[in-house]
């Protein structure tokens, strides 16, 4: 019996989900045809604390832009940012429940 890889997109609820389940305020771009190239794809929010998360399947690759946001943030004192996979559910709960 094989197991089906979880797509992007079904990861992505699955985390909105939770944050949202665990009291955290949620933006997600639904449409990024008009927003800048590579900005992560979640943004949580639970005072005082401030997550930028880009979402990747099992082997999807970061773009230069999306190194080059992260990056920058990082830089940003109390953000907290993450490159989240589907085997990291486990440790996501942890980060949010925190």
């Known amino acids: 019996m094989s197991v089906l890889p979880v797509t992007e997109k079904h990861f992505s609820q699955q985390v909105v989900d939770l944050a949202k389940m665990l009291g955290w305020r949620v ?5 990024s045809l008009r927003s800048p190239k590579g900005f992560p794809d979640l943004v949580l929010l639970r005072p005082p604390r401030l997550v930028c998360t880009e979402l ?3 082997i999807g690759k970061l773009t230069p832009d999306q190194e080059a946001w992260l990056a920058d943030l990082r830089l940003v004192p109390g953000v ?5 996979r589907p085997h990291d559910i486990e440790e996501i709960a942890r980060v949010l429940r925190g």
């Open 56 to 58: 990747k399947s099992e």
């Open 80 to 84: 907290e940012v993450f490159v989240w």
């Open 27 to 31: 933006y997600r771009t639904w449409l």
